[in-house]
């Protein structure tokens, strides 16, 4: 699927499929295109594809995030976004909806962070919306997988 929301100084997701993510919102000499974290970049679109997990954040902050499958959550994970303090954190697990063990959870819970746990590509989408609105959020996503 492919969708575009441009809304002019934040980085956004453009379109999502089996394996990769691509923003929107980069410049060619964004420290992040420059360090590796962006895998691929189409220069002409101005696109970032992004083949790992990946949070971001509505300030366009870009980490690799450690998990790369559901099976491998644990509290350390959820522990960088808690330093942040969004207003809210959307965790995308993949192609299916998976809730995280509670313990992960609870690592927001007890700071006051909101969270939304969805599929990916419902994740994407409500970033790009909670953007368009000016809302602090950080989106956590593991890539979709082939069935």
């Not at 870009?62 to 559901?70: D, L, R, S």
């Not at 976004?81 to 313990?103: A, H, M, S, Y």
Request: proline share 4%.
């Amino acid at each position: 699927m492919k969708f575009v929301l441009e809304t002019g100084q934040n980085i956004l997701i453009h379109g999502y499929d089996i394996g990769k993510i691509s923003i929107t919102g980069l410049e060619s000499d964004h420290p992040d295109v420059k360090s590796g974290l962006v895998d691929e970049w189409d220069g002409d679109n101005h696109l970032g594809i992004i083949k790992k997990s990946i949070s971001i954040r509505t300030d366009g902050t870009m980490k690799h995030w450690q998990p790369q499958a559901n099976s491998e959550f644990n509290p350390e994970h959820f522990l960088s976004f808690v330093e942040k303090t969004p207003e809210i954190v959307l965790l995308g697990t993949g192609k299916n909806l998976c809730f995280p063990p509670q313990d992960c959870l609870s690592v927001l819970q007890q700071q006051n962070i909101g969270y939304e746990v969805m599929d990916t590509a419902a994740a994407c989408r409500t970033f790009n919306v909670l953007v368009a609105e000016g809302r602090d959020v950080i989106l956590a996503v593991l890539m979709i997988e082939k069935s």
